[in-house]
């Protein structure tokens, strides 16, 4: 058996991470198993998974039906093309399922196997069907401040975190990036849903609306620190892009199935978008999925399209019936033990708890919305200056205490304090649960004094 001493030194040796400099990696975690809500690692501890995954084990770790369905399906067909032309029985039923759980509108689901590359799909999308209405100058896409769309290069410029631009812009061009609705750091008088949205407005007008192709939003900020917007914000903003004549996309790779509680985040607010980008939560990390699902207006154009301008967008792996079946076992879990419901109450439940931190001289902001919640760190509460430099250290102390965490380090930005972002699976027990608060309280008070 291969000696933890060994992998690490063939880790350093042939393996590039992402985010990767070698000093984040001087005494890397070695997860070696899951269960449930827990991760064993390499030194035999057993510590609260507190992002599942990376906002994706949805169920929990361990779940044999997941690995039944992968290999009963790869033993039958592990792979054939979904190209037009053909198809497969998983990729059908799974696009059918999809449509029925998603938006009163949505009418048709493309399949990717990735968060950014269902986003660069959802960009390139929309320029098709502006061209296919004979309105081919509509290509801008505007994002907000602190979004997060992922990082390849379309997906990357409309990221609005400064931090994964510098090594490698400069940025494709027709990105634009406007003010969030972030109710902590709002600086108008105004409601900051209110205002937010009319940033996007002002955006369309100063850009020209004959060039703007799409609106990109997350219902909930997720790695840029749990930012939930006010109730305000969507249904102007759905309104604004409705005057406007931009397509609206709600990028749902974290909040989709279930994380907000609710299937889908929109749902919140009663707005239906024209795109949904998904990932993540889909399979629930236990393989590689993502897609976009259409609004029944974008894909009647798609459907009604002249042959020689058909749609010449395309991914190998689009389709996969693994993947697919995966998912389709991963959404039966959900459904029959409710987590998506469970997700409502317990996140209220994780919320409620960590809102006690609010006594500790360093808790600036406490918000969330379903299982997912954000826990922002300053210097001062009165001016809310933002503390920074603590994101390791907090991480470290987290980690040592039994919780593993993921900051949204502020150094890069600093009109953001370091945040704690916590998502733990939707599955989590109480007790387990009720431990994350009292593990941050230890650390933050351990890491920050």
């Known amino acids: 058996m291969t000696s933890a001493t060994t992998l690490l030194e063939a880790d350093q040796h042939h393996l590039v991470h992402p985010l990767h400099h070698p000093a984040d990696h001087r005494r890397p975690l070695v997860v070696v198993e899951g269960r449930g809500a827990m991760l064993r690692v390499a030194d035999g501890r057993e510590i609260i998974d507190g992002l599942s995954g990376l906002w994706n084990v949805n169920v929990g770790h361990g779940r044999e039906p997941l690995a039944e369905a992968a290999a009963t399906q790869m033993r039958k067909l592990a792979f054939a093309s979904a190209y037009a032309g053909a198809t497969n029985e998983p990729a059908v039923r799974l696009a059918e399922r999809l449509v029925s759980l998603a938006y009163g509108n949505s009418a048709a689901v493309y399949f990717t196997t990735a968060g950014a590359e269902s986003n660069e799909s959802a960009f390139k999308t929309a320029r098709y069907y502006w061209k296919l209405k004979g309105k081919p100058t ?31 812009g400069p940025l494709v061009p027709g990105f634009i990036h406007v003010p969030p609705p972030y109710p902590y750091r709002w600086a108008g008088n105004e409601d900051p849903g209110v205002g937010a949205a009319d940033a996007v407005e002002k955006a369309i007008l100063a850009e020209g609306a004959d060039s703007v192709a799409a609106v990109i939003a997350e219902p909930v900020m997720g790695a840029g620190g749990v930012i939930v917007p006010p109730a305000t914000y969507f249904p102007r903003l759905r309104e604004i ?41 889909v399979t629930s990390a236990y393989l590689p999925l993502g897609g976009l699902i259409l609004s029944r207006r974008v894909h009647e154009a798609i459907q009604s399209a002249p042959a020689d301008q058909k749609f010449m967008h395309a991914a190998t792996y689009s389709g996969h019936p693994v993947c697919c079946a995966v998912a389709l076992r991963n959404l039966d879990i959900i459904e029959d033990e409710g987590l998506v419901e469970r997700a409502a109450a317990m996140g209220a439940r994780l919320l409620e708890g960590l809102e006690a931190l609010r006594d500790l001289p360093a808790v600036g902001d406490v918000r969330g919305l379903g299982m997912m919640c954000g826990v922002e760190l300053v210097r001062d509460k009165t001016n809310k200056t933002p503390l920074l430099g603590v994101a390791a250290r907090l991480t470290d102390e987290a980690l040592a205490r039994g919780l593993l965490i ?11 304090g370091d945040t704690i972002t916590l998502a733990p699976p939707l599955m989590t027990p109480t007790d387990v649960l009720d431990r994350i608060p009292e593990i941050l309280r230890q650390a933050i008070k351990a890491a920050v004094g």
């Open 406 to 416: 993921r900051m949204r380090a502020g150094a890069g930005d600093p009109a953001i």
């Open 138 to 168: 509509k290509t801008k896409v505007i994002s907000r401040i602190h979004g997060y769309h992922g990082v390849s290069m379309a997906a990357m410029s409309a990221t609005g975190l400064a931090a994964y631009h510098k090594m490698f």
């Open 241 to 281: 892009c409705d005057r406007h004549d931009v397509l609206l996309i709600a990028d749902e790779v974290i909040t989709g199935f279930g994380r907000s509680g609710r299937w889908f985040a929109l749902g919140h607010w009663g707005v239906e978008p024209d795109l949904v980008s998904f990932a993540k939560g």
